[in-house]
């Protein structure tokens, strides 16, 4: 079986068996994800390198257009600014250069600063893990959750703050309002030990969602 345990890590999601595993088990569980799967079709891995690179990339798409990101991104790479050295190194005036704003300079300088245990940080429950990386100023529960799913591959992760997964949500499960995120966590509990699948889900269907509007 896929997604085997790291110590007190729970299920870890390596390859896309281990996210068609978890996806038949939400669509079991619940008619609506069995529904929005069969409309988006499988479901992406979506998995990126761990380490600070894959941090910074986060913390450089907080906010922004997934096309600002993806230029800031090309920029950095493009200037070799892709490890804590690197980043230190150019300072302010070379992350600005790159095209970051006053408080990603900031938040970029203090992660490279930060000298986190990356590997060490696959030992933990998941509970520890965002404990750890919201300890770094400029690190968010959204930016600690996306890295603990997407670079570290953890199975029951849920992003309940996400515009994304909200709307998606009231979509999918016919609310009358968007649910805010305490709201959403709670509807999420039953998700759980695939709650990160379900997160993939349902980005899936927003897209399907924003699609739908722009035909309309």
Not at 76 to 85: D, I, V
Not at 139 to 149: D, F, N, Q, T, V
Request: aromatic share 6%; with cysteine.
């Amino acid at each position: 079986m896929g997604g085997a345990a790291v110590k007190d890590a729970g299920r870890i999601i390596r390859t896309d068996l281990d996210v068609a595993e978890g996806a038949a088990w939400l669509a079991q569980q619940d008619a609506r994800f069995a529904q929005a799967l069969a409309q988006t079709g499988p479901l992406p891995l979506r998995l990126k390198p761990d380490g600070f690179n894959g941090l910074l990339e986060i913390i450089i798409s907080q906010q922004v257009s997934v096309a600002s990101a993806n230029a800031i991104r090309a920029r950095m790479l493009a200037a070799g600014l892709n490890t804590e050295a690197a980043v230190l190194d150019a300072g302010e005036e070379g992350l600005r250069g790159a095209g970051l704003s006053r408080p990603k300079i900031r938040y970029a300088l203090i992660l490279a600063a930060a000298d986190l245990d990356y590997a060490g940080l696959h030992a933990l429950a998941d509970r520890d893990v965002m404990e750890r990386l919201t300890a770094i100023t400029g690190i968010g529960p959204w930016s600690a959750e996306i890295y603990a799913m997407f670079c570290m591959g953890r199975a029951d992760i849920f992003p309940a703050g996400d515009l994304a997964l909200q709307v998606a949500a009231q979509g999918l499960f016919d609310l009358p309002a968007r649910p805010g995120a305490e709201e959403l966590a709670r509807m999420a509990e039953v998700w759980t030990p695939w709650r990160s699948v379900a997160a993939r889900a349902l980005f899936a269907y927003y897209r399907i969602l924003k699609n739908r509007e722009g035909l309309g």
